[in-house]
């Protein structure tokens, strides 16, 4: 994983906004309607060379595909993998939102919700198709070598968010589920770093499940099941090295109360013992800023590097390249500039066709990401890089 020794690195967390002519291909590709599997790769392949120049032009040195051909950061498995079926099944909504029903309505009114097939796994779980996560691999390695990136990552889903949010209706216990996941998923985790692009898991199970599929349950239940699906996921990663991986927590990408989020300091054990190197979460929303306290108050491996999120996914405001800075120093102080990679609290995308921050202000909000990495380095390093 690169770091930098000169001056404060940026990322983001992996979904970027699509354009409609992505979005159309993939809803045609979920719904079966439509769908011509040539242009969709044309389609993606361009797509995926303009989001990596997009990136690097606001200054993101660290950058992804953007997700393109992925329709939702979890349920994309379903047209990889055997055993899920979409079904009718209702949606698992926050808790915090049914505390406000009244607000819970007016999200839905105004489109504040995705739409998307919700998978059911009914079937024994295996490979289906992987040719999907070839292409990706080999579009974003074209992009990559389009552009001056420092480097790039590639997003996957954790076995235990697909776990959380797919439900199960084949297999006897939760522990069967996720081996299942695992035996299939470590392929794809393993095939993303051996073609040289660095892994994301994307981790919200560990975070946002609480308020979600465990929202009746008491912590230790949740805790319980958190320590498991990192277990899995440590199975999984056994054949990569931890410095090719970094893990996203995340409390989930929407704008509400967010007054049932489990706490940090409550998880951060649990986090801590993942095999990934890296760590992002989200540092900037209103609900988690002030955690930056919690990891002074831990003991980080000395392994580990911290890419907090110093920029708001839920909201138009453009965070302002000083209170970018201040964030990015109060991590550095704890761990040391050079474990230090400014980031974005969640993706910009989560779901194609649908985004509460407009497109060009996803970019906007970058850019002050960079500008805001350049005011810390001159603090910490006291110069400027270029």
């Not at 989020?261 to 993942?274: F, M």
């Not at 407009?358 to 890089?385: C, M, N, T």
Request: glycine letters at 6%.
């Amino acid at each position: 994983m690169q770091t930098s020794t000169k001056r404060i690195l940026t990322t983001h967390v992996g979904s970027l906004p699509r354009p409609q002519a992505v979005v159309d291909q993939l809803f045609a590709q979920d719904r079966g309607e439509g769908y011509d599997p040539a242009e969709f790769d044309r389609v993606m392949t361009e797509a995926v060379i303009e989001v990596a120049r997009k990136q690097r032009a606001v200054g993101v040195d660290i950058i992804s595909d953007g997700e393109m051909s992925k329709i939702s950061y979890a349920t994309y498995v379903r047209h990889r993998l055997t055993g899920f079926e979409i079904a009718d099944v209702p949606r698992a909504t926050p808790k915090d939102l049914d505390d406000f029903p009244a607000f819970k309505e007016r999200l839905a009114q105004q489109g504040g919700t995705p739409k998307y097939h919700r998978p059911v796994v009914r079937g024994p779980i295996a490979i289906k198709d992987f040719e999907p996560l070839y292409k990706d691999i080999a579009n974003l390695k074209a992009a990559l070598a389009c552009v001056d990136a420092v480097e790039g990552f590639m997003n996957a889903a954790s076995l235990g968010v697909i776990a959380v949010f797919q439900p199960n209706e084949y297999y006897s216990s939760d522990d069967d589920y996720l081996q299942a996941l695992a035996e299939v998923m470590k392929a794809e985790y393993e095939a993303i770093v051996a073609a040289g692009l660095l892994l994301q898991v994307d981790c919200p199970d560990l975070a946002m499940g609480r308020h979600i599929r465990f929202r009746d349950a008491d912590a230790e239940t949740f805790k319980r099941a958190a320590r498991r699906q990192v277990e899995a996921l440590n199975y999984a990663l056994e054949n990569v090295p931890a410095d090719r991986v970094r893990m996203h927590l995340c409390w989930g990408n929407y704008e509400g109360p967010h007054t049932h989020d489990i706490e940090l300091r409550e998880i951060i054990d649990i986090v801590l013992s993942a095999k990934p190197q890296a760590i992002q979460f989200e540092a900037a929303n209103p609900r988690h800023a002030h955690e930056w306290q919690v990891w002074r108050e831990v003991t980080i491996p000395d392994d580990k590097i911290l890419i907090p999120g110093v920029l708001d996914s839920t909201t138009n405001f453009v965070e302002h390249p000083d209170l970018v800075a201040e964030r990015i120093l109060r991590f550095a102080d704890i761990v040391g500039r050079e474990r230090v990679i400014a980031g974005t609290d969640c993706g910009f995308g989560t779901f194609a066709g649908f985004g509460a921050v407009h497109p060009d202000i996803a970019y906007a909000k970058l850019e002050s990401l960079a500008e805001g990495a350049r005011r810390a380095s001159r603090v910490l390093w006291g110069q400027d890089y270029g």
